[in-house]
């Protein structure tokens, strides 16, 4: 029964479930917050197709684990690949019902969404933009989220929803970078996407919220020197961990989008940035 729970949990990456709900808990409150009884089934549909496309992801990539990736569950024979396939299809049904659910606009973006999600998974492995779908997947959550707000789909919400697409876009590249021979500029210009959250923050955001998104903004650029360190500044590479780190660093990424929040969600963020961290150990995030 444990095995069984492990394997379901690993095939979900449920490690990054609080980047996700970060996306939307920052992207409700860009689009004006209020209507919290609409919150539920956003969290719920956001979760379920996070976890189905986890679920296609390893199903589409079955060959290449069996040549490169024992230890997934589909070739380790923890779980079958029709399973893994039916699972995958029902919970991505329920997650965009679940945004359907809540409006027109909500059940638009969301069946957008999922057909971003589903492409990814069939394509990534074919073609080298992939990490623009994985980015554009993580824009559309935070544009779904900010139409459960009062104000729905802001300007604020749109450039914070890209801002976190090329952070997303750029570690994405980064972890695919490493595995093929690169120029060590190219490796270094990859990182300047992952910077572009704390400037847009410190852009837009001035007077009273100056000096709380410096010191945010201080504070993820430090994480992103830690993440970075075993990849660039160690003599034994571990790209794996820098991924991880910079994934976990996604939650900090929609703290600055929503600085503004009260000191009580502040601590939900600061709590979901603690929690996929601790999570990490338990589940890989990737």
Not at 2 to 13: H, I, K
Not at 272 to 281: K, Y
Request: glycine residues 10%; contains cysteine; charged residues 15%.
């Amino acid at each position: 029964m444990l095995s069984t729970l492990r394997t379901l949990l690993v095939l979900g990456r449920v490690s990054n479930l609080p980047t996700v709900w970060s996306n939307c808990l920052a992207g409700w409150w860009l689009g004006g917050g209020g209507q919290v009884e609409k919150l539920p089934l956003l969290f719920v549909g956001a979760t379920l197709l996070y976890v189905g496309g986890m679920y296609w992801n390893d199903a589409f990539d079955e060959e290449f684990d069996r040549q490169f990736r024992m230890e997934r569950p589909i070739p380790a024979g923890a779980m079958s690949p029709q399973a893994v396939w039916r699972l995958g299809m029902l919970w991505l049904g329920i997650g965009a019902l679940c945004l359907v659910c809540i409006g027109r606009t909500t059940g638009t973006i969301g069946l957008i969404l999922l057909s971003c999600i589903v492409l990814y998974d069939a394509l990534h492995k074919r073609i080298s933009f992939a990490p623009f779908l994985m980015g554009l997947c993580r824009f559309c959550l935070y544009l779904a989220a900010a139409s459960v707000g009062a104000s729905g789909i802001t300007g604020l919400s749109i450039w914070c929803g890209l801002a976190l697409a090329a952070y997303v876009i750029g570690l994405s590249y980064l972890a695919r970078s490493e595995s093929s021979p690169k120029p060590a500029r190219l490796r270094y210009a990859l990182l300047i996407p992952l910077i572009l959250p704390a400037g847009l923050a410190l852009t837009i955001n001035a007077g009273v919220l100056r000096e709380s998104t410096a010191m945010l903004s201080a504070i993820f650029a430090l994480w992103i020197v830690r993440c970075l360190r075993p990849t660039f500044w160690s003599e034994t590479r571990n790209i794996g961990r820098t991924v991880s780190g910079l994934l976990a660093g996604i939650v900090i990424v929609d703290w600055l989008a929503a600085v503004d929040v009260p000191r009580e969600l502040a601590f939900v963020f600061l709590g979901l940035f603690l929690a996929a961290n601790v999570f990490q150990r338990v589940v890989p995030a990737t």
